[in-house]
Protein backbone atom coordinates (compact mmCIF):
# COMPACT_ATOMS: atom_id res chain seq x y z
CA UNK A 1 0.00 0.00 0.00
CA UNK A 2 2.93 2.36 1.04
CA UNK A 3 4.60 1.87 -2.07
CA UNK A 4 1.42 2.54 -4.27
CA UNK A 5 1.00 5.67 -2.99
CA UNK A 6 4.73 6.52 -3.10
CA UNK A 7 4.09 5.92 -6.97
CA UNK A 8 0.96 7.65 -7.23
CA UNK A 9 2.95 10.35 -6.02
CA UNK A 10 6.16 9.80 -7.78
CA UNK A 11 3.88 10.19 -11.11
CA UNK A 12 1.61 12.94 -10.11
CA UNK A 13 5.25 15.03 -9.39
CA UNK A 14 6.20 13.90 -13.10
CA UNK A 15 2.95 14.63 -14.43
CA UNK A 16 2.79 18.12 -12.75
CA UNK A 17 6.80 18.97 -14.18
CA UNK A 18 5.80 17.58 -17.49
CA UNK A 19 2.45 19.99 -17.57
CA UNK A 20 5.32 23.01 -16.31
CA UNK A 21 7.95 21.86 -19.36
CA UNK A 22 4.93 21.65 -21.44
CA UNK A 23 3.60 25.23 -20.37
CA UNK A 24 6.88 27.08 -20.34
CA UNK A 25 7.85 25.51 -24.22
CA UNK A 26 4.84 27.44 -25.45
CA UNK A 27 6.32 31.42 -24.65
CA UNK A 28 3.93 34.00 -25.93
CA UNK A 29 6.19 36.77 -26.80
CA UNK A 30 5.15 40.38 -26.10
CA UNK A 31 4.12 42.24 -29.25
CA UNK A 32 6.50 44.24 -31.45
CA UNK A 33 6.24 48.04 -30.56
CA UNK A 34 4.52 50.35 -33.28
CA UNK A 35 7.91 52.16 -33.23
CA UNK A 36 9.88 48.70 -34.40
CA UNK A 37 6.64 47.60 -36.30
CA UNK A 38 7.16 51.66 -38.61
CA UNK A 39 10.90 51.11 -38.94
CA UNK A 40 10.52 47.88 -40.36
CA UNK A 41 7.99 48.78 -43.13
CA UNK A 42 10.19 52.05 -43.76
CA UNK A 43 13.01 49.64 -44.10
CA UNK A 44 11.36 47.64 -46.43
CA UNK A 45 9.83 50.11 -48.59
CA UNK A 46 13.33 51.36 -49.31
CA UNK A 47 14.55 47.86 -50.04
CA UNK A 48 12.03 47.26 -52.63
CA UNK A 49 12.87 51.23 -54.29
CA UNK A 50 16.83 49.26 -54.12
CA UNK A 51 15.12 46.40 -55.71
CA UNK A 52 12.90 48.20 -58.36
CA UNK A 53 15.70 50.45 -59.39
CA UNK A 54 17.70 47.58 -60.66
CA UNK A 55 15.35 45.70 -62.27
CA UNK A 56 14.03 48.55 -64.30
CA UNK A 57 17.95 49.77 -65.22
CA UNK A 58 18.09 53.09 -63.28
CA UNK A 59 21.64 52.93 -61.78
CA UNK A 60 21.23 56.46 -60.62
CA UNK A 61 18.47 56.10 -58.55
CA UNK A 62 19.45 52.92 -57.35
CA UNK A 63 23.10 54.34 -56.59
CA UNK A 64 20.97 57.39 -54.07
CA UNK A 65 19.48 54.72 -52.28
CA UNK A 66 22.81 53.30 -51.39
CA UNK A 67 25.23 54.44 -48.49
CA UNK A 68 27.49 56.83 -49.81
CA UNK A 69 30.68 55.23 -48.49
CA UNK A 70 29.70 52.02 -49.93
CA UNK A 71 29.88 53.38 -53.42
CA UNK A 72 33.38 52.95 -53.91
CA UNK A 73 33.82 49.23 -53.01
CA UNK A 74 31.08 48.26 -54.84
CA UNK A 75 32.94 49.86 -57.93
CA UNK A 76 36.15 47.92 -56.65
CA UNK A 77 34.26 44.65 -56.35
CA UNK A 78 32.66 45.20 -60.16
CA UNK A 79 36.22 45.65 -61.34
CA UNK A 80 37.88 43.05 -59.29
CA UNK A 81 34.79 40.20 -60.47
CA UNK A 82 35.39 41.53 -64.55
CA UNK A 83 32.46 43.82 -64.90
CA UNK A 84 33.20 47.42 -66.67
CA UNK A 85 29.99 48.83 -66.03
CA UNK A 86 28.89 48.98 -62.30
CA UNK A 87 24.96 48.65 -63.69
CA UNK A 88 26.07 45.34 -65.51
CA UNK A 89 27.69 44.23 -62.07
CA UNK A 90 24.62 45.55 -60.19
CA UNK A 91 21.95 44.23 -62.32
CA UNK A 92 23.84 40.72 -61.82
CA UNK A 93 23.53 41.09 -58.65
CA UNK A 94 19.73 42.22 -57.59
CA UNK A 95 17.88 40.52 -60.28
CA UNK A 96 17.36 37.34 -58.71
CA UNK A 97 16.81 38.73 -54.99
CA UNK A 98 13.38 37.99 -53.94
CA UNK A 99 10.18 39.75 -54.22
CA UNK A 100 9.22 41.14 -50.70
CA UNK A 101 5.76 39.84 -51.07
CA UNK A 102 7.24 36.32 -50.92
CA UNK A 103 9.14 37.28 -47.33
CA UNK A 104 8.29 37.23 -43.75
CA UNK A 105 9.58 39.51 -40.83
CA UNK A 106 12.46 37.87 -39.14
CA UNK A 107 13.53 40.56 -36.89
CA UNK A 108 15.01 43.93 -36.58
CA UNK A 109 18.04 45.38 -34.59
CA UNK A 110 18.41 48.62 -34.06
CA UNK A 111 21.76 51.06 -32.83
CA UNK A 112 22.63 54.39 -33.50
CA UNK A 113 22.28 55.54 -36.76
CA UNK A 114 21.76 51.46 -38.14
CA UNK A 115 18.99 49.03 -38.43
CA UNK A 116 19.70 45.49 -39.26
CA UNK A 117 16.36 43.79 -41.06
CA UNK A 118 15.96 40.22 -41.19
CA UNK A 119 13.48 38.67 -43.68
CA UNK A 120 13.02 34.77 -44.03
CA UNK A 121 11.77 32.62 -46.90
CA UNK A 122 12.17 29.18 -48.34
CA UNK A 123 15.34 28.03 -49.09
CA UNK A 124 17.09 25.92 -51.46
CA UNK A 125 17.10 22.03 -50.78
CA UNK A 126 19.29 20.97 -53.96
CA UNK A 127 17.13 17.56 -53.33
CA UNK A 128 18.06 17.29 -49.63
CA UNK A 129 15.35 15.71 -47.77
CA UNK A 130 15.60 18.48 -44.80
CA UNK A 131 13.37 21.76 -44.76
CA UNK A 132 15.78 24.90 -45.44
CA UNK A 133 15.15 28.69 -44.68
CA UNK A 134 16.64 31.55 -46.64
CA UNK A 135 17.45 34.57 -44.27
CA UNK A 136 17.77 37.81 -46.48
CA UNK A 137 20.37 40.43 -44.03
CA UNK A 138 19.61 44.34 -44.94
CA UNK A 139 21.91 46.14 -43.22
CA UNK A 140 20.79 50.08 -43.09
CA UNK A 141 22.76 53.12 -42.45
CA UNK A 142 20.74 56.61 -41.46
CA UNK A 143 21.67 59.51 -43.17
CA UNK A 144 20.52 63.01 -43.23
CA UNK A 145 18.14 62.40 -46.38
CA UNK A 146 16.68 59.00 -44.50
CA UNK A 147 17.69 55.04 -44.59
CA UNK A 148 20.32 53.98 -46.85
CA UNK A 149 21.13 50.47 -48.23
CA UNK A 150 24.69 50.10 -46.55
CA UNK A 151 24.86 46.42 -46.83
CA UNK A 152 22.86 42.78 -47.77
CA UNK A 153 23.68 39.15 -47.22
CA UNK A 154 21.54 36.17 -47.93
CA UNK A 155 22.30 32.52 -46.62
CA UNK A 156 20.14 29.36 -46.59
CA UNK A 157 20.43 27.07 -42.96
CA UNK A 158 18.84 24.22 -41.94
CA UNK A 159 15.25 24.63 -40.62
CA UNK A 160 15.21 22.01 -37.72
CA UNK A 161 18.16 20.59 -35.45
CA UNK A 162 18.75 16.53 -35.96
CA UNK A 163 16.54 16.64 -32.51
CA UNK A 164 13.14 18.37 -34.67
CA UNK A 165 13.99 22.46 -32.53
CA UNK A 166 13.84 24.74 -34.90
CA UNK A 167 17.33 26.99 -35.14
CA UNK A 168 17.42 30.17 -36.44
CA UNK A 169 20.92 31.90 -37.31
CA UNK A 170 23.02 33.36 -34.97
CA UNK A 171 25.01 36.75 -34.94
CA UNK A 172 28.33 34.35 -36.19
CA UNK A 173 26.88 33.06 -39.23
CA UNK A 174 26.74 36.81 -40.54
CA UNK A 175 29.19 38.57 -42.40
CA UNK A 176 31.44 41.08 -40.14
CA UNK A 177 30.32 44.10 -41.45
CA UNK A 178 26.27 43.23 -40.50
CA UNK A 179 27.07 41.71 -36.74
CA UNK A 180 25.90 43.86 -33.63
CA UNK A 181 26.67 45.49 -31.74
CA UNK A 182 28.36 48.24 -34.70
CA UNK A 183 31.91 49.53 -33.89
CA UNK A 184 31.81 52.99 -34.25
Known amino acids: MISFILFCFVLSGMLSLRSCSVSSE ?8 TENVALADSLRAVFQEVRVAMIDGRPEEFLALLDQEEIPELKRLARKHGFRS ?3 YLGSRYANWPDLDTLRYGGLVTSPGYARLTLVGTGESF ?4 ERLRY ?7 QADGWKLAATATFD ?8 HEITYHETDLPPKLRFPRQF
Open 26 to 33: KIVLPPQS
Open 86 to 88: LKT
Open 127 to 130: GQTR
Open 136 to 142: TVLLFRY
Open 157 to 164: LDRYDPYG
